[in-house]
């Protein structure tokens, strides 16, 4: 029987820094929580763990030395915090941004520690957000679709660029040394469990949304051929593994990993799993119909559901990716605190940070207050909200972002408004297609930082005309992670079980207004024609001036020209797209 003393800790490893949670087991409360931030954050113009060489447009390379410091600095920071004692401690969970991919050797070294590939991008971690293999994943799709291969519709018709295959074949094309050297492709989910165990095994969730694992099978080796003749044993040289279930113990924890974080050896250490599934058990949010939108920097939308649909757009349908025995649904914005947050720092007057200053109020503040007294569509403008691609329904991370309607009057508060409104366009358009699909979505509920904002969730309420319930705690990942981490300890039997004792939401805190929903509808039309027409082949200009800004930088000796292979295929996919 476990002790009513009992903790877990979990361990949230997000874009910018790690943090570590200390969580009673009986009955979910937060006792101490510490953060690490990467030393390197992240290497998305220069590789500064190397001399600072430049990086190509649309890279996101991280360290992995960066995500072992959190397990020596936070962990044992968030237990002091707690001011409980390590013996206390009878298991840990992670939880990951995905996809974010680490190539090794075959027994876990990351390529970039080794001193022959330090000085070569392509050895480093590349981070959820490396959107330079979207011509891979353009022909990936090109090439499902003419075969007519089944599992292309687990993923709405689209394989992500962000994802497993498309960023293989980007190293095998672009520096076949590193691709030789690579014994394991492995996401950094399961990459720091390696670290705590000794024992590489891939997480369920991961191997299905990220690496096109369906029905016991990755795509073919005549398929992968077909892409690329070197490419054809890429699933069993690199990516092929025991694959653990969520909730499951992937091992115990090592006496290596022990000196790291002042934890007990041989305790429980869950298989790892991804940020935004990890929530929903954390907001108390699992059964079918609720959409769990974790919002920060983009939003990453969950659910699950008793029935398998094939939601056009969506980024997967795993069975069992969120939760044992239900299909687990995922969707996503690319961008959406980074969009509002590029605005604030690139765009608003200097007298708008003066005025902030001197009243005590971030811009952010600011610039809410002003815009939320405008009745609906006053600013005359209209967004879309692709400034970092569009990840749900178009998947397409050659998109960006556009703003119509600018005049010689509009003002900072004007775009501010649009651009959070055209954020919940994009939530409203992901939950459409689920609930065209049959998979309807009747309460939304949403966890992250963003959900601070009153005026931005009542928005969103308005928008999509769902009531929208919040998360309790304000680290819903981490405290996902400790759930996992308590279920593999073995107190509970499964996560839906803990979820109700460990997790919890406020119910409908927000509740659409008639008024403001019915004005939206008017806006949503035009975003809906914008969307489609940039979005479905109406305008290929998006593609073309990122065509031409990479071109730009390669005659500087910084990037690649897009080949004429991959505008054919571009064609294809906007074809397809529409």
């Known amino acids: 029987m476990t002790s009513p003393d009992a903790v877990v800790i979990g361990v949230d490893f997000g874009t910018l820094s790690g943090r570590a949670l200390v969580v009673r087991v009986s009955d979910g409360a937060e006792l101490g929580t510490a953060v690490q931030e990467y030393r390197h954050a992240v290497m998305d113009s220069t590789l500064t763990a190397h001399q600072g060489e430049p ?71 590349k981070l959820w957000k490396h959107h330079a293999a979207q011509g891979q994943a353009d022909r990936i799709n090109a090439l499902a679709h003419s075969r007519g291969e089944a599992w292309i519709n687990r993923y709405g018709g689209f394989i992500s660029s ?10 095998l094309e672009e520096d076949p040394e590193v691709y030789a050297a690579i014994d394991h492709w492995v996401e950094a989910a399961d990459w720091i469990v390696w670290q705590l165990t000794g024992r590489y095994v891939r997480n369920a969730c991961t191997a299905g949304y990220k690496g096109i694992y369906q029905d016991g099978a990755y795509p073919s080796k005549d398929f992968l051929a077909a892409l690329n003749p070197g490419f054809e044993g890429f699933v069993e040289d690199k990516l092929d593994h025991e694959i653990g279930q ?26 790892g799993n991804v940020d935004a599934h990890v929530t929903a058990p954390a907001a108390d949010a699992v059964e079918s119909g609720q959409m769990v939108a974790i919002m920060g920097t ?44 590029w605005y604030v720092q690139n765009q608003v007057p200097d007298a708008y940070a003066e ?44 998109l960006s972002g556009l703003i119509v309607g600018l005049t010689l ?69 981490a405290l996902g992670s400790a759930i996992h981490a308590a279920v593999a300890a073995g107190t509970y039997p499964d996560v839906r079980s803990a979820a109700p004792v460990m997790g919890g939401r406020v119910v409908e805190a927000y509740t659409p207004d008639p008024a403001a929903a019915k004005a939206y509808d008017a806006l949503f039309a035009e975003y809906r024609a ?19 800004r990479r ?28």
């Open 530 to 548: 914008l969307h489609d027409h940039f979005g479905r082949g109406g305008d290929d200009i998006m593609r073309r001036l990122k065509r031409i």
């Open 246 to 271: 969520l909730g499951d113990r992937a091992g115990a924890l090592s006496a290596e990993a022990a000196a790291w974080t002042g934890l007990p050896e041989g305790i429980a250490v869950a298989v």
């Open 298 to 341: 983009s939003t990453c939308h969950v659910m699950n559901a008793d029935v398998l649909a094939e939601v056009p757009g969506m980024c997967g349908v795993v069975d069992g990716g969120i939760l044992a025995g239900a299909w687990g649904y995922e969707a996503g914005q690319s961008g959406v605190g980074d969009i509002f947050a």
């Open 162 to 171: 962000e994802w497993e295959f498309a960023k293989g074949l980007q190293i």
């Open 355 to 398: 005025e902030a200053a001197s009243r005590g109020l971030s811009l952010h503040e600011l610039l809410t207050e002003k815009a939320e007294t405008q009745p609906v569509g006053a600013h005359g403008l209209v967004a879309l909200d692709w400034h970092s691609g569009n990840r749900s329904v178009l998947v397409d991370h050659e």
């Open 55 to 125: 990086l190509p447009p649309d890279w996101a390379l991280q360290l992995p030395a960066d995500y072992v410091d959190v397990l020596k600095n936070a962990v044992p920071a968030a237990l002091e915090a707690a001011g409980v004692s390590a013996d206390q401690v009878i298991g840990i969970g992670t939880d990951f941004t995905a996809c974010t991919m680490v190539p090794t050797t075959a027994d876990g070294t990351p390529l970039n520690e080794l001193p022959t590939f330090a000085d070569r991008p392509h050895s480093y971690a």
């Open 409 to 477: 009057s509009t003002r900072p508060e004007d775009v501010y408004r649009a651009l959070v409104e055209a954020t919940a366009f994009g939530t409203r358009t992901i939950i459409e297609a689920f609930d065209a699909s049959g998979v309807p979505v009747r309460e939304l509920v949403v966890a992250g930082g963003l959900l601070k904002n009153r005026f931005l969730m009542q928005l969103y309420s308005d928008i999509t005309k769902l009531p929208i319930s919040t998360i309790t705690s304000d680290q819903g990942p």
């Open 551 to 578: 071109e730009a930088h390669a005659a500087q000796g910084a990037g690649s020209t897009a080949t004429d292979a991959d505008v054919a295929v571009s064609a294809q996919t906007q074809e397809a797209r529409a």
